[in-house]
């Protein structure tokens, strides 16, 4: 008996979810259980750790808090009539979601689209707020490492290897402005930039033999005008909100950094900015959820090599303290937020004080993504 062109559809997407799950594990595996421990041995590390005092403790845990605020600053200012606390609830469940599920961001997409819908904003409202918030995100991402290169040049710090990452990152984001502003400049460009996306989503949809998109150009146009007015209202929270958010997630590694021994003159502030910036962009490749594993692993490798020279220890025990600073960073910014995210979804399905009507079912058109 012949499969359906959907039963043919899901089994790949089956398939797809498993492989990419296969090879998360794998990397998460081999960098934990083979490369991490070549750099530092865990009960070495184990031991810089347990030399935290209860307030160093105390101290991340507000600056954890404080980042995660900005988050939901970001989103208020994106979104008008969305409370604080929804903003913290949406947040901090699709950030669980897409840190624990290979793949998850598309899951969680759907998950705060469900939150938003069942709060009565509107498909437009809620695409208004997903790429705004991506967009101005990817801008701070692409211009972190290029303003940290040059904070390093003028410190006289400066490396010729930070250097074609961050050119990279200076092309990609010219790139990425550019194609904004002409899409706010000009309806046809939107138009083309949408029927351009349309006719590669429908090839995609081909495949799986579903008709094409045929809207997405007039999306795009409507998307512009929304977009136009949002952000000559709003762009002055929008851009420091984002860059607040931001500054707060370095603050928490730069107090690990301190709190485990890192000194000042081993390893500077306008270094570890440097190496916290190339670290994030490998956020925007998938190879496991949240970047578990290689974000550690390009922190303690990005630190070691920019302090292993103005070190007052031991080298080991240097390593030892880059593995648990970054151990401690990535406990507070990623590993609570797991536990987290389950509770505020519970707070999602049991308060029915926040629900309204639902709106008329819309297409929510979106660019941009789950924040960071």
């Known amino acids: 008996m012949n499969s359906t062109p959907k039963a043919v559809h899901d089994r790949r997407k089956r398939v797809v979810f498993f492989v990419r799950g296969i090879v998360s594990l794998v990397i998460v595996v081999a960098i934990f259980a083979l490369i991490v421990p070549k750099i530092a041995s865990y009960s070495t590390?184990?031991?810089?750790?347990?030399?935290l005092t209860p307030l160093q403790i105390l101290a991340v845990t507000g600056a954890m808090v404080f980042n995660l605020v900005t988050y939901w600053w970001q989103m208020q200012a994106a979104m008008p009539g969305l409370t604080l606390l929804q903003a913290a609830v949406n947040n901090?469940?699709?950030?669980t979601i897409s840190n624990l599920v290979p793949g998850g961001g598309v899951i969680a997409l759907g998950v705060v689209v469900e939150m938003f819908r069942s709060w009565g904003f509107t498909g437009s409202e809620i695409g208004l707020e997903l790429s705004i918030t991506g967009i101005w995100n990817s801008f701070m991402k692409l211009a972190l490492p290029i303003v940290a290169v040059a904070l390093l040049a003028i410190s006289g710090k400066g490396a010729t290897y930070l250097l074609i990452p961050a050119i990279v990152g200076l092309l990609a984001l010219a790139g990425t402005v550019l194609a904004f502003a002409l899409m706010l400049w000009k309806k046809r460009f939107a138009r083309a930039v949408g029927g351009g996306l349309g006719a590669a989503w429908s090839w995609l949809r081909?495949?799986?033999h579903k008709p094409p998109v045929t809207t997405w150009g007039e999306g795009a146009v409507r998307f512009r005008k929304d977009t136009i007015?949002?952000?000559?209202?709003?762009?002055?929270?929008l851009t420091l909100t984002t860059i607040v958010s931001h500054l707060a997630l370095f603050f928490?590694?730069?107090?690990?950094?301190?709190?485990?021994g890192i000194h000042e003159h081993e390893v500077s502030w306008a270094q570890a900015l440097a190496v916290f910036a190339f670290a994030r962009l490998l956020?925007?490749?998938?190879f496991t959820p949240g970047g578990?594993?290689?974000?550690?692993?390009?922190?303690i490798g990005g630190l070691y090599a920019v302090g292993r020279s103005h070190a007052d220890v031991a080298l080991p025990l240097f390593k030892a303290q880059l593995t648990g600073a970054t151990f401690l960073f990535r406990a507070f910014t990623y590993g609570i937020q797991i536990p987290l995210g389950g509770f505020t979804y519970l707070i999602w399905r049991r308060n029915k004080r926040w629900r309204k009507?639902?709106?008329?079912e819309e297409a929510v058109a979106s660019v941009g993504g789950i924040p960071p």
């Open 45 to 51: 590390v184990g031991r810089t750790l347990s030399a």
């Open 92 to 95: 901090q469940t699709g950030t």
């Open 206 to 208: 081909s495949l799986v």
């Open 229 to 237: 007015k949002l952000v000559e209202k709003r762009w002055i929270p």
């Open 252 to 260: 928490v590694l730069l107090l690990s950094l301190r709190y485990i």
């Open 283 to 286: 956020t925007a490749l998938p």
């Open 292 to 299: 578990v594993g290689v974000v550690e692993l390009a922190l």
């Open 357 to 360: 009507e639902r709106p008329a």
